[in-house]
């Protein structure tokens, strides 16, 4: 299994209502460094309603700016569907809402 299709496999796993960091994410494929790899093998997401890449914020809880499928708003919309809070700064709690495998 190839890198991205690792992250794929990571990213599902994330529950409704939970978000996960790239790099966490990162370390959970083994390479705890490759968190910008992360973060490209979701803006080139394959299966965007089946890989649920919204639920992937950065180190401090921000959402992505380049949000692949729609922009910040859309991935604002999807986290919040799920029951995630998301601050006007367009930020999540993580001591609310970071998944912990």
Known sequence: MNFFEQVYEQVKRIPKGKVATYGQIATLCGNLRASRAVGYALHVNPQPHIIPCHRVVNRSG???????????????????????????SYSVDLALYLWQD
């Open 62 to 88: 921000y959402l992505s700016g380049g949000f692949a499928f729609g922009g910040i708003e859309v991935q604002k919309q999807l986290l919040e569907a799920e029951g995630v809070a998301v601050a006007p």
